[in-house]
């Protein structure tokens, strides 16, 4: 069992940067592709970036490609997600997940462990 939390949410200007977090309370968090997803309301969870266990593969949604970045640090069983240019309609509660594959997915049902997101908020 893995559990993971976010924090790092909030409210800020369009235009402006926040930088995620997510902290795995398993030592072998290594092992995990990790990803994160989001929900704004009323709308389906979506596909915003994901990270094969050494970091060197990731993948991003086409909506956050080139404004988003994601990282990870081993050592401390955390996860990150920098957002720059942060859009109004970047709104939405962002989840941290975690998938035993190897291979990095997309698709947010083949992830095992999921946090209970922190709510990013961007102001026009």
């Known amino acids: 069992q893995v559990q993971l939390v976010e924090s790092g949410g909030g409210l800020v200007q369009a235009g402006g940067s926040l930088r995620l977090s997510c902290a795995a309370s398993r030592r072998m968090f290594a092992i995990y592709t990790m990803g994160w997803f989001r929900q704004a309301p009323g709308k389906e969870r979506e596909f915003v970036a994901a990270?094969?266990?050494?970091?060197?593969?990731?993948d991003y949604g086409v909506s956050v490609k080139g404004r988003f970045t994601i990282s990870r640090d081993n050592a401390k069983n955390t996860v990150y997600l920098q957002m720059n240019s942060l859009k109004p309609e970047d709104t939405a509660i962002y989840y941290c997940?975690?998938?035993?594959?190897?291979?990095?997915?997309?698709?947010?049902?083949?992830?095992?462990?999921w946090g209970k997101g922190t709510l990013v908020t961007v102001s026009s």
């Open positions: 990270i094969s266990w050494r970091g060197g593969v990731t």
């Open positions: 997940a975690a998938d035993r594959q190897v291979a990095i997915t997309t698709n947010g049902y083949e992830y095992d462990y």
